[in-house]
T-cell receptor, first 118, second 117 residues
Framework: GAVVSQHPSWVICKSGTSVKIECRSLDFQATTMFWYRQFPKQSLMLMATSNEGSKATYEQGVEKDKFLINHASLTLSTLTVTSAHPEDSSFYIC??????????????FGPGTRLTVL | AQKVTQAQTEISVVEKEDVTLDCVYETRDTTYYLFWYKQPPSGELVFLIRRNSFDEQNEISGRYSWNFQKSTSSFNFTITASQVVDSAVYFCALSDATSGSARQLTFGSGTQLTVLP
C-alpha cells in the first residue's frame, strides 16, 4: 500500500514551453502533498505544500506564478512549470501524506520526474 | 528553525567494511521525528526508518542500525558488512512542530556512499 506515482518520469521540452507533472496517490487519500526540487548532487528542497481544495503554500524564493500547483482531488496534485527555461531543469519529486489511518507523520514519495529544458 | 547537518559529503569503503553516516539536527521542539532515506542512482527515495523524539532506543534492521542520542542531537546510521548495492546517497531528515500540521520535512545535504568491490 501507500504508493505514489508521478507522470511523466522524464520530459524534455523547449525553452518557453509549459510542462505539467502529475502526482497521484494510488491507494490512499492524500490530504496534503508536497513538491520538492532537487538539482544534481544537491539535497531535496521543498517548493510548496498543497492541501486538497485550497491554494498551495510556497516556500520563500519559489515563484508561484511560474510553478503552478493544483490539488483538485484527494488523489491528484499537478505541478505546471510555466515558460520553462534551462535553469528549471531539475529532478522534481512529490510526496503525499495520508489523511486516513496511516500515521500522518509518514510521507510517501513518488519516483520523481526529470525535467530537461533545452 | 530546524536544521539537519550531514557533514560527510562523500564516503568510500571497500565491500564488507562497516560504515557510519553521521546526522546532527537542530530543533527547538521537544516533539519531533527523524528519518533516513536512501536515494539510489534511479532517483527514487527509499524510506529506511523513522524515529520520534521520545524513543531513544537504538534500532537494528538486518545490516542497518541507528544510534539516536538526544544529548548530542545526533541520529547516526551504520551499515555493517557493506555491499556494493548499498552505494547511494543517504539523506537524514527532520520533521518537527514548526512544520505545523503539514509536517514538512527538512533534509540534510546528503552523503554519497560508494562501496567498492
Amino acid at each position: 500500500g501507500a504508493v505514489v506515482s508521478q507522470h511523466p518520469s522524464w520530459v524534455i521540452c523547449k525553452s518557453g514551453t509549459s510542462v505539467k507533472i502529475e502526482c497521484r496517490s494510488l491507494d490512499f487519500q492524500a490530504t496534503t502533498m508536497f513538491w520538492y526540487r532537487q538539482f544534481p548532487k544537491q539535497s531535496l528542497m521543498l517548493m510548496a505544500t498543497s492541501n486538497e481544495g485550497s491554494k498551495a503554500t510556497y516556500e520563500q524564493g519559489v515563484e508561484k506564478d511560474k510553478f503552478l500547483i493544483n490539488h483538485a482531488s484527494l488523489t491528484l496534485s499537478t505541478l505546471t512549470v510555466t515558460s520553462a527555461h534551462p535553469e528549471d531543469s531539475s529532478f522534481y519529486i512529490c510526496s503525499a501524506r495520508d489523511g486516513g489511518w496511516v500515521d500522518p507523520n509518514e510521507q510517501f514519495f513518488g519516483p520523481g520526474t526529470r525535467l530537461t529544458v533545452l | 528553525a530546524q536544521k539537519v547537518t550531514q557533514a560527510q559529503t562523500e564516503i568510500s569503503v571497500v565491500e564488507k567494511e562497516d560504515v557510519t553516516l553521521d546526522c546532527v539536527y537542530e530543533t527547538r521542539d521537544t516533539t519531533y521525528y527523524l528519518f533516513w532515506y536512501k536515494q539510489p542512482p534511479s532517483g527514487e527515495l527509499v524510506f529506511l526508518i523513522r524515529r520520534n523524539s521520545f524513543d531513544e532506543q537504538n534500532e537494528i534492521s538486518g545490516r542497518y542500525s541507528w544510534n539516536f542520542q538526544k544529548s548530542t542531537s545526533s541520529f547516526n546510521f551504520t551499515i555493517t558488512a557493506s555491499q556494493v548495492v548499498d552505494s547511494a546517497v543517504y539523506f537524514c531528515a527532520l520533521s518537527d512542530a514548526t512544520s505545523g500540521s503539514a509536517r514538512q520535512l527538512t533534509f540534510g545535504s546528503g552523503t554519497q556512499l560508494t562501496v567498492l568491490p
